[in-house]
C-alpha cells in the first residue's frame, strides 16, 4: 500500500508542549481510573464476586464476545448507509469504525471520530465537511435509544440519585442544543448560522475565518440528511439491531457468570449504562465500565452487586481483548501504525483546519 502522507504518517513531529500535555491527561486520567476501580472493590463483597468467577461458562463467553463485535459492525453499516450517495467498501467502513472505537477506547477524550473522517477523507477522497456531518448523525442515532430511555423513565417510577440527574439534565441540554440548531437551519437558516458564528466568536481570527464555511457546510449537510426519511428510517433499523446485539451481548455477560436474568431488564440497564460513554473516561475505560455498571444495575434495577461486580470483572477485560485484537488488525488492513492513528485523534488546529479544505 502506497505511503499515506501528513497526518496519516506517523513520523510526523508534533509539537514537544503537545504531546507533555497529552501524556499530562492520560497519566491524570490513568490515576482517577483507578482511584475508581478501588472505589468499586470497596463497594462488591470480592469473595463473592471471585466465586461467580470461578463457574465462568465459556461458550457463553466467546458467544457474547462474538455478539460484542457483530454490535460494531452492524454501527459500522448504519456509517456507510449515512455517507450515500458516497461509495466505501464494506470491508473498509468496518476497519475505519473498529480503529475509531479501539481509539475512543485507548484515550480520556474521545477522539475516534475525528480518526473515523480524516482516514476516510485520505483514503476515499471524502471532504471532512461532507463526512463529519454524516459522523455525528451516526452517534445522534445511539444517543435516540437513551433518550427514550429517559423519556420513560417518569412512567417507570424509578428513585434516580442526584449525580445521575444532574448528568441527564446537561444530556438533556446539549440533546435541545442541537435540535435547536437543526431547526432554526430548517426554518431559518441565517438564525443558524448566527449562532454558530457566535459560538466560534471565541476563536482567534485566522482560525475562525477558515472554520465557519466548514461550519456552514456541516450545517447544510445535516439538514440533508434530516430530509431524507428512507435513509433514517434505514439508519434507524440499523440502530434497533445494534442496540439489540448490545442487550444481548450484556445478557450472555451476565448469564457466563450465573446470573439469570430477565433480557427487558437487562436491555433497558445496558441501554442506560451507556450514557456513560457520552462523557470522557479513564484510558481502557479503567474502573468507568465497573462503577458506571454498579450505579446502574445495582442502584437503578437492584440486581446482586456480587452479579454485577462478577459480569464486569469478567466482561471487561474480554472486551478489551477483542477491541485491542480487532483494532490492531483492522489498523494493518488499513496501512496505519498506532501511532499513525492516534496523531489523528489529536491534530493541531492547523492541521485540522487545512484537513477540511
Known amino acids: 500500500m502506497r505511503r499515506l502522507p501528513s497526518l496519516l504518517d506517523p513520523s510526523a513531529k508534533r509539537p514537544r508542549s503537545d504531546r507533555r500535555n497529552q501524556r499530562i491527561v492520560i497519566g491524570l486520567a490513568t490515576l482517577a481510573g483507578l482511584a475508581i476501580v478501588f472505589l468499586f472493590l470497596r463497594l462488591v463483597n470480592l469473595p463473592s464476586v471471585l466465586r461467580h468467577l470461578e463457574h465462568l461458562d465459556l461458550r457463553l463467553a466467546l458467544l457474547c464476545g462474538a455478539v460484542f463485535l457483530s454490535a460494531y459492525v452492524v454501527r459500522a ?9 458516497e461509495k466505501v467498501g464494506i470491508g473498509r467502513i468496518v476497519a ?5 472505537i ?5 484515550l480520556p477524550l474521545r477522539g475516534g471520530e475525528l480518526v473515523k473522517g480524516i482516514t476516510l477523507r485520505r483514503l476515499n477522497g471524502i471532504p471532512l465537511s461532507r463526512s463529519l456531518p454524516t459522523v455525528a448523525m451516526d452517534k445522534f442515532m445511539d444517543l435516540l435509544p437513551i433518550v427514550v430511555v429517559v423519556l420513560a423513565l417518569p412512567f417507570l417510577h424509578l428513585k434516580l440519585s442526584d449525580p445521575l440527574v444532574v448528568f441527564l439534565g446537561t444530556l438533556s441540554v446539549i440533546f435541545s442544543f442541537g435540535v435547536l440548531v437543526l431547526v432554526l437551519g430548517a426554518l431559518q437558516r441565517s438564525a443558524a448560522l448566527a449562532l454558530l458564528s457566535w459560538l466560534t466568536a471565541t476563536l482567534p481570527r485566522r482560525i475562525r475565518v477558515r472554520t465557519e464555511p466548514f461550519l456552514i457546510r456541516f450545517l447544510d449537510v445535516t439538514l440533508e440528511l434530516v430530509a431524507q426519511p428512507r435513509l433514517l428510517l434505514q439508519a434507524s433499523l440499523y440502530t434497533a439491531v445494534a442496540v439489540l446485539l448490545d442487550g ?4 450472555l455477560a451476565f448469564a ?3 446470573a439469570q436474568l430477565s433480557f427487558p431488564a437487562i436491555l433497558f440497564g445496558y441501554t442506560f449504562y451507556n450514557l456513560g460513554y457520552i462523557l470522557p473516561t479513564p484510558p481502557g475505560q479503567i474502573g468507568s465500565n465497573e462503577l458506571v455498571g454498579l450505579l446502574v444495575f445495582t442502584g437503578l434495577l437492584h440486581i446482586d452487586p456480587s452479579e454485577v461486580g462478577a459480569m464486569f470483572l469478567f466482561s471487561h477485560p474480554w472486551s478489551a481483548l477483542l477491541m485491542a485484537s480487532s483494532g490492531l488488525f483492522c489498523l494493518s488492513t488499513l496501512g496505519l501504525s498506532l501511532r499513525g492513528a492516534l496523531s489523528l485523534s489529536n491534530p493541531d488546529s492547523n492541521q485540522l483546519v487545512s484537513e477540511t479544505e
Open 77 to 85: 453499516l448504519r456509517w456507510r448507509c449515512l455517507l450515500a450517495p
Open 96 to 100: 475505519i469504525y473498529q480503529v475509531a
Open 102 to 106: 479501539f481509539v475512543n477506547w485507548l
Open 248 to 251: 444481548l451481548y450484556c445478557f
Open 256 to 258: 457466563a457468570v450465573g
